[in-house]
């Protein structure tokens, strides 16, 4: 009972609780009682000790007893579940001036859910958590009710409910191996060097999640179609969830620094190329999940510090870059960045918040991307993994490229497009103007985030050598854009869709299934066919033989009946003699 | 909702002469000049801060006191002048997908 009353009181019920509640209140009221749940959640959150479980025993299989352990609160889930409320409150902020009943309780919900998922300490809870991640988010996604939306909406149902089935069948499988389902660090190779299918399973629902190379396609697809609200709500939850999972899981794990590593790489080219300016923090976002990715893979406890910090910070940051996208499509309809530019003069306030999450995803210093980043990139150069370090560093150049210049640069500045939107409206504001607050705060005082960071911190982010040499990167760079801009070196945009992996399903794919329906109906069709025409050369033949004209159905003489009576008559007189 | 897409054109639409009088304090002469100086500015003062401070990093490159300037300017042209030929593959009509 104790146990129940537990769970029904921790952060991510409370959330998931509240989430429900408002949708019977209208949209002031139902902003309110969120921001009242969110701060009654974070308040339960920060009273748990370190290292609180709650434990529930399931049931019994071939002698072991299955238990659940529905919440566990310790350093690295706390900062998690932490900044998932964070993000949830910047969230309801944001959004209320809209007050979309459906987007506001299905938004919350999935921070609810995501906090729930960072807070479970076994595969099973974490499972349901995972799955309702996927289903309340997917209403954000379906929410602008276009065409677009929809299709790419189903397209994301079905990568996600596939994470989860893959969770699933890892989950089945270590129960049914007698391991038990509590959520630990595990390994994806046995003792004797043997793939681990159970564990590889898990590893792969995820790697969906995260966003692997090649499983990424889902991100950049949906994120840009949904609403002003959606994105920004999108932004925060479903990967850094998948961070957070591989962190507890999969620390360590050598794969993952190269995964990540080319995580950060590549969305790098799909990010400069690309037109709609959502979509370019769809790739950034993959970008920076990458550097997390590959500082779990590193797995050393300044490692895991860096991801967490980097997760936390990028949260931040995003929500702010994409807020600020979100109250540019507000005002003019559109994010594409052929028609936008020079909104700079009727815009202010959101130019100089977009340029504060540019400067914090680029790591500034001062900014909070600096002090998350840098424990990063110490991590892998203190393990001397020269070429990774030297990805890493790359990528840094490619992330102020495509978000800290092409966003706000596009946007804001550049050719005038003409037009004149008026200042997002009070709330957007707001919650943009928090969250600069945050970015900058923890930019100028980290030792706060680095108390509340999985391990203890002894890191000092602002010596000489490492300002001058992040300064000497940002503004060697800006210094390559101006020129490139100035002797017309620099691509413009062009109104265009840029192919990514994900035409292998959406062209060749479906072509392939539209083949295969066919062919299946075209096979079914032939052998029904031919059985119909046995069938009805059969029946023809009975017909012949049984129906009225055929042979049996023919009237016989008397004599050839008398005569078949005298035949029957023998027989049994001889049949008689014998016995 | 009754504030969303509110846009006007600009009161002097640039397309309207052939020489526009460019009305952003971003797109003054002045301050476009400025911006250049600044920046150049900052960048030879972090350049001649790399010489004098100790760089100590993890790999000898970095002790090379301009590595991450060179670096930085470097990887960012490679990216801009590489990446855009990405086009030519991957590029389609914006109703490619007929969704």
């Not at chain 1, 999935?110 to 991640?133: H, P």
């Not at chain 1, 793939?195 to 840009?224: C, E, I, R, T």
């Not at chain 1, 680029?362 to 909070?368: G, K, Q, R």
């Not at chain 2, 002045?30 to 993890?58: M, P, S």
């Amino acid at each position: 009972m104790n146990e129940l009353i537990a769970v029904l009181t921790s952060p991510g019920v409370i959330v998931i609780i509240i989430a429900l509640l408002g949708l019977g209140l209208g949209g002031t009221a139902r902003a309110g009682l969120y921001l009242a749940g969110i701060a009654a959640a974070a308040v339960a959150l920060t009273r748990y000790e370190m290292g609180f479980v709650v434990s529930l025993p399931l049931f019994e299989i071939a002698g072991n007893s299955i238990d659940l352990t529905p919440l566990r609160v310790d350093k690295l889930s706390f900062i998690f579940a932490l900044i998932f409320l964070i993000a949830a409150a910047l969230n309801v902020i944001y959004a209320w001036r809209i007050g979309d009943r459906a987007q506001d309780v299905a938004g919350l919900s999935y921070a609810g859910a995501a906090v729930g998922g960072a807070l479970s300490g076994d595969l099973l809870t974490l499972f349901i958590f995972w799955e309702l991640t996927a289903i309340t988010s997917a209403v954000l996604i379906f929410a602008p009710g276009t065409k677009q939306s929809y299709a790419a909406g189903m397209r994301y149902m079905v990568v996600q409910i596939l994470s989860g089935l893959f969770l699933l069948a890892g989950l089945s499988m270590f129960a049914a191996s007698g391991r038990g389902l509590g959520f630990e660090a595990m390994s994806l190779t046995d003792a004797e060097g043997a793939l681990d299918y159970a564990v590889l399973a898990v590893f792969l629902a995820f790697g969906v999640k995260a966003a692997f190379p090649f499983l990424h396609n889902w991100l950049q697809d949906s994120y840009p179609k949904t609403t002003v609200t959606g994105a920004v709500v999108l932004s925060a939850f479903t990967t850094k969830l998948a961070v957070y999972a591989l962190a507890r899981g999969f620390a360590g794990t050598d794969i993952l620094i190269y995964i990540g590593a080319t995580m950060t790489i590549f969305p790098v080219f799909f990010a400069l190329i690309e037109n709609d300016l959502r979509k370019v923090l769809a790739y950034s976002l993959n970008n920076q999940v990458g550097f997390m990715v590959c500082a779990v893979g590193v797995g050393t406890e300044l490692a895991i510090n860096g991801a967490a910090a980097h997760a936390f910070v990028h949260i931040l940051y995003k929500a702010l870059l994409f807020m600020s996208m979100g109250a540019v499509l507000y005002r003019t309809g559109t994010t594409k960045a052929t028609e936008l530019g020079g909104l700079y003069r009727t815009m202010p306030a959101t130019t100089v918040f977009c340029i504060i999450g540019a400067m914090s995803i680029s790591a500034f210093p001062l900014f909070s991307g600096f002090v998350a980043k840098s424990l990063t990139m110490s991590a892998v150069g203190y393990e001397g993994m020269f070429f990774v370090w030297l990805a890493l560093l790359f990528a840094s150049a490619g992330v102020l490229e495509h978000s800290g210049i092409k966003i706000p640069y596009f946007a804001f500045f550049g050719h005038d497009s003409g037009k004149r939107p008026k200042e997002a409206p009070p709330q957007m504001l707001i919650a943009m103007g928090i969250a600069s607050a945050l970015c900058i705060g923890i930019g100028v005082f980290p030792q706060y985030l680095y108390s509340i960071l999985p391990y203890a911190v002894k890191y000092e982010p602002y010596t000489a050598a490492h300002v001058v040499t992040q300064m000497q990167l940002l503004l060697f760079a800006m210094l390559a854009f101006a020129l490139l801009v100035k002797f017309k070196l620099y691509p413009a945009e062009v109104r265009s869709v840029n192919l990514d992996f994900d035409w292998f399903y959406r062209v060749p794919g479906r072509n392939l299934l539209t083949w295969a329906n066919g062919a299946s109906r075209a096979t079914w069709n032939a052998l029904s066919g031919i059985c119909t025409q046995r069938v009805q050369a059969l029946m023809a033949r009975i017909y012949a033989v049984h129906g009225p004209e055929g042979q049996f159905a023919r009237s016989w003489p008397i004599g050839f009946m008398a005569l078949w009576t005298a035949v029957l008559l023998a027989f049994v007189l001889v049949l008689s003699f014998v016995a | 909702m009754s504030d969303q897409n509110q846009t006007t054109p600009a009161a002097t639409p640039n397309t309207g002469s052939d020489h526009p009088k460019p009305d952003g304090f971003f797109d003054q002469p002045g301050t476009r000049t400025a911006i250049w100086i600044i920046l150049i500015a900052l960048c030879a003062g972090f350049a001649i801060a790399g010489f004098v401070i100790d760089l100590h990093g993890y790999f000898p490159i970095e002790e090379f006191g301009v590595f991450y300037g060179l670096f930085g300017f470097g990887v960012f042209s490679f990216i801009v002048l590489v990446g855009q030929h990405l086009r030519k593959i991957l590029m389609r009509p914006e109703d490619y997908y007929d969704e």
